[in-house]
């Protein structure tokens, strides 16, 4: 039952036409923002407070790397995540459960993320992340994260600010 709303969530969110080119997003990023339909997954000691630093798109194997760190307790600790490609621009991961990530929108400096998660207990999570290159996110950019955001039935009100405090290392 769980994956089949999984199924349903992410078949809702890959509904939108999405434009982008996975091939091209392979690089350096920071996470800017995340919003989630549960907040305790993304703050202090929760399993999404994540500080992203490198995505790297494998085509002939259709999976990602995802680089990035953890935040508990005050640590940051290196996480290596590897997706396996599920359809067009999605890719799942066991991170802390079953994770579907869709690739929504991406620009020069912006990629919005919507991760739908289903823990150890059953619990299902939806998340939407904003991450960029250098340490802002432009307005339009922004203003495309929350359009998805509102898309997806996430809070707003839930909306961290990751920009402010990753003082986690910017390379492993």
Not at 55 to 71: K, M
Not at 84 to 103: A, C, I, L, P, W
Not at 110 to 137: H, P, Q, R, W
């Amino acid at each position: 039952m769980k994956t089949l709303l999984l199924t349903l969530l992410l078949g809702l969110a890959c509904a939108h036409q999405s434009t982008v080119d996975v091939s091209e997003l392979s690089g350096e990023w920071k996470t800017f923002y995340m919003t989630s339909t549960n907040i305790e997954k993304i703050t202090s000691n929760g399993p999404f407070r994540l500080f992203l630093r490198r995505v790297e798109f494998d085509p002939e194997r259709d999976i990602v790397f995802f680089n990035f760190f953890v935040q508990n307790k005050g640590k940051c600790i290196h996480n290596l995540d590897i997706g396996r490609k599920v359809g067009e621009n999605s890719y799942r991961t066991s991170f802390s459960g079953k994770s579907y990530h869709y690739f929504l929108y991406a620009s020069e400096d912006s990629l919005v993320v919507y991760t739908v998660n289903e823990d150890k207990n059953g619990n299902v999570t939806k998340i939407m992340g904003m991450y960029g290159k250098g340490n802002e996110a432009n307005e339009e950019d922004f203003e495309k994260f929350l359009e998805f955001a509102r898309e997806n039935d996430i809070p707003e009100h839930n909306i961290v600010n990751f920009i402010n405090f990753d003082t986690c290392p910017t390379s492993f």
